[in-house]
T-cell receptor, first 116, second 115 residues
Framework: AQKITQTQPGMFVQEKEAVTLDCTYD???????LFWYKQPSSGEMIFLIY??????QNATEGRYSLNFQKARKSANLVISASQLGDSAMYFC?????????????FGQGTILTVHP | EAQVTQNPRYLITVTGKKLTVTCSQN?????MSWYRQDPGLGLRQIYY???????DKGDVPEGYKVSRKEKRNFPLILESPSPNQTSLYFC??????????????FGQGTRLTVV
């Protein structure tokens, strides 16, 4: 079975500073993918970034980067130069192989608040 | 525009009154699923479908039914809703299950309250 753990229920950051949202995972599959989604107060799920288990380089998408440490089973999201619009709930998720293909296993989420 | 459309967005109903939440995608995706989101628990998969007429249980299927008669539609049915099914529901679709880096597209969500 797969498991995602986000240990930070809430995080605060000053505008223009960087912030790291933690995510650890557990799976026995060798092939898996890690995703981060943003959920603003309006409720929709917005895809941010993806990291494959065989990717040698950390994924980056604009101000988002994923700090992937495979041996530690962590996939932390780094948001650089925070903006007020980054205030939202952030979910880490994993898709593993085998019979779980297609299924996303989500963490509990972290609420990020960006202060002006 | 590629999208997953859920209806309704908000629904308040009474215990025991059957309801259906519709979900439709226009991307010809094979894989569709339903999730519920509850505080402190993240999103949990209710049911999924690998293709037309192929559905299976996710992690929390009790009290729900689904059907996949057409590729684009995947309705969620609550035959006899109960207050513990009050939640935020998401429909999602993706192209090829098993192809990693297959981004899941989510609907706008349906906030259901059962009183």
């Amino acid at each position: 079975a797969q498991k995602i753990t986000q240990t930070q229920p809430g995080m605060f950051v000053q505008e223009k500073e960087a912030v790291t949202l933690d995510c650890t995972y557990d799976t026995s599959d060798q092939s898996y993918g890690l995703f981060w989604y943003k959920q603003p107060s309006s409720g929709e799920m917005i895809f941010l970034i993806y990291q494959g288990s065989y990717d040698e380089q950390n994924a980056t998408e604009g101000r988002y980067s994923l700090n992937f440490q495979k041996a530690r089973k962590s996939a932390n999201l780094v948001i650089s130069a925070s903006q007020l619009g980054d205030s939202a709930m952030y979910f880490c998720a994993m898709e593993a192989g085998g019979t779980s293909y297609g299924k996303l296993t989500f963490g509990q989420g972290t609420i990020l608040t960006v202060h002006p | 525009e590629a999208q997953v459309t859920q209806n309704p967005r908000y629904l308040i109903t009474v215990t025991g009154k059957k309801l259906t939440v519709t979900c439709s995608q226009n991307m010809n995706h094979e894989y569709m699923s339903w999730y519920r989101q509850d505080p402190g628990l993240g999103l949990r998969q209710i049911y999924y479908s690998m293709n037309v007429e192929v559905t299976d249980k996710g992690d929390v299927p009790e009290g729900y039914k689904v059907s996949r008669k057409e590729k684009r539609n995947f309705p969620l049915i609550l035959e006899s809703p109960s207050p513990n099914q009050t939640s935020l529901y998401f429909c999602a679709s993706s192209l090829f299950p098993g192809e990693m880096n297959t981004e899941a597209f989510f609907g706008q969500g349906t906030r259901l309250t059962v009183v």
